[in-house]
């Protein structure tokens, strides 16, 4: 079977977020532009935010598929096994926005990283480089990555490219980019119904630091009022979940959209210690607060990663 009739499935990471999901269904569509038997594909179930930005595009959610035989797949907003369902086995191609780190293939793959604020800021550049036309529905998914993954701009990781790119596909979408982070973000804090657990479980990336397997965290909310009500709960839940899933360390952000800080908690007395010398910051109560820090790709793994590594 050859390439162009073999299917491909495209699959962002677990715990899919809107940047994974969206740039898993506008990239399978580019794939098929090109002849190609491609389908998106998700992990698990997707967030609030993202749930809101399928229902008001319009858009069809991608299944659900939890494993891969022999399957080719192409891997988007993600390289690290870790947070794949799929094997080395079975990766075919890779676009993405994080650090490189633990893949390895017997062939030559599509490989496309770049340090860009979204992964669909890369898919949009990709787009442009191979002349394919943007479509409304493409640039309206493609612009809520962006918006999601830089918060609108105005996360740390966010780059001139992802600005010019916001533009562009603001304009075809005939969507303004404020308007929409107003309510993908709204949706994106409403944590009624879930348990501290699905909340800390929500959003989490597993690494490999040196000989250590860490997971860490992420929730965004405009306010933190629940972490504030919940403080002890979710440090309970932290201790347990750890010791359930057999993590070395664990720890949890909370990000404060409106004030730009985060709040990082920790399942121990091990944990705080790494944090407090990773952040040069002593805790307060519950947790250390980080003003200015929103980003975990940028600004909490990497630090924690140095001192883990050295320790």
Do not use: W
Not at 76 to 90: M, R
Not at 103 to 112: A, H, K, V, Y
Not at 144 to 153: E, F, K, Q
Request: hydrophobic share 35%; proline share 3%.
């Amino acid at each position: 079977m050859n390439e162009s009739t073999e299917k491909t499935y495209v699959v962002g990471h677990n715990t899919p977020d809107t940047d994974s999901v969206v740039s898993a269904v506008v990239f399978a569509r580019f794939l098929q532009k090109q002849g190609k038997n491609a389908q998106a594909v998700i992990s698990e179930k997707p967030n609030n935010e993202t749930n809101y930005v399928f229902t008001f595009m319009e858009e069809k959610m991608p299944r659900i598929k939890k494993s891969f035989n022999n399957e080719r797949v192409f891997l988007v907003d993600h390289n690290e096994l870790d947070q794949s369902i799929a094997e080395d086995k079975n990766v075919c191609g890779v676009i993405d926005h994080h650090r490189i780190s633990g893949l390895q293939t017997n062939e030559p793959i599509f490989f496309r990283v770049e340090p860009l604020g979204s992964t669909s800021t890369l898919i949009y550049k990709l787009m442009k480089e191979t002349g394919v036309e943007i479509e409304k529905g493409d640039a309206a998914l493609l612009l809520s990555g962006i918006v999601s993954d830089t918060l609108n701009l105005t996360s740390t990781t966010t780059t001139s490219e992802d600005e010019e790119a916001l533009k562009s596909l603001s304009d075809i979408a005939a969507i303004d980019a404020d308007d929409l982070a107003e309510k993908m973000f709204e949706a994106k804090s409403d944590l009624s119904g879930k348990s501290v657990e699905e909340i800390i479980m929500g959003d989490v990336k597993e690494y490999d630091f040196g000989d250590k397997k860490v997971c860490i965290g992420t929730a965004e909310a405009i306010s933190l009022s629940f972490f504030d009500n919940n403080k002890h709960l979710i440090l309970n839940a932290l201790q347990e979940i750890k010791k359930e899933k057999g993590f070395d360390f664990f720890f949890f952000s909370a990000i404060d959209i409106s004030k730009k800080e985060a709040r990082i908690y920790s399942a121990g007395d091990e944990e705080r210690k790494l944090a407090e010398e990773a952040f040069s910051k002593m805790e307060k109560g519950d947790f250390i607060l980080l003003p200015g820090v929103v980003s975990r790709k940028k600004q909490i793994a990497p630090p924690l990663c140095k001192i883990i590594t050295k320790s």
